[in-house]
């Protein structure tokens, strides 16, 4: 299985500044993904991020004020731009691991707690 | 589109057998997972169904009908430990493939 880490854990920021949320995964992976999860609610996909290939974004989200990059097969990040308070959030990475014994399984880190005042 | 509707909270007794079901409707459909998540934690996966039947390991069952677009969780001797929220999801085939989860079931397992 993957074992997926994000820094930071958490985060305090301000209204209008941005944060880069790092992604890092042990193994190769085609498809990384992110989530946002607000507490006590689903898991909401941002966007599917592929490695040399731009991001394809969900209904709601844009590159503007989520931009991601993928360089390899086992980084990428999202950014939180120009953030607000409605931006307050738990943001998880999460990758398909090929290798799995289960194909539809996929694999999450451990969130970003992200708090805007 | 597609949209999946699960109970929002689900409270149980110690050692007893709970039952969580999901309804879906999707365009396409690639399997119903079911994923687990505590409180501060990531989801971990529980099991997935491709095909109508169920699906066993350990405690845990995992059910579905296609023709139906149903599916559920049977916990079985449910521990104090299995307090969580459960979350059915399905695949987005355009979304690379990427998990759809419904609004989750908070399990309460009490004495």
């Known amino acids: 299985s993957a074992v997926i880490s994000q820094k930071p854990s958490r985060d305090i920021c301000q209204r209008g500044t941005s944060l880069t949320i790092q992604c890092q995964v042990d193994s190769q992976v085609t498809m990384m993904f992110w989530y946002r999860q607000q507490p006590g609610q689903s898991l909401t996909l941002i966007a599917t991020?592929?490695?040399?290939?731009?991001?394809?974004?969900e209904s709601g989200f844009v590159i503007d004020k989520f931009p991601i990059s993928r360089p390899n097969l086992t980084f990428s990040t999202l950014t939180v731009s120009n953030m607000s308070p409605e931006d307050s959030s738990i943001y998880l990475c999460s990758v398909e691991d090929g290798g799995s014994s289960s194909y539809n399984e996929q694999f999450f880190g451990p969130g970003t707690r992200l708090t805007v005042l | 589109g597609q949209s999946l509707e699960q109970p929002s909270e689900v409270t149980a007794v110690e050692g007893a057998i709970v039952q969580i079901n999901c309804t879906y409707q999707?365009?396409?459909?690639?399997?119903l997972s079911w994923y687990q998540q505590h409180d501060g934690g990531a989801p971990t996966f529980l099991s997935y169904n491709a095909l109508d039947g169920l699906e066993e390991t350990g405690r845990f069952s995992s059910f579905l009908s296609r023709s139906d677009s149903y599916g559920y969780l049977l916990l079985q001797e449910l521990q104090m430990k299995d307090s969580a929220s459960y979350f059915c999801?399905?695949?987005?085939?355009?979304?690379?493939?990427?998990?759809?989860f419904g609004k989750g079931t908070s399990l309460l397992v009490t004495p």
């Open positions: 999801a399905v695949r987005d085939g355009d979304s690379g493939y990427a998990l759809n």
């Open positions: 999707t365009s396409g459909f690639y399997g």
């Open positions: 991020a592929n490695q040399g290939s731009e991001a394809t974004y």
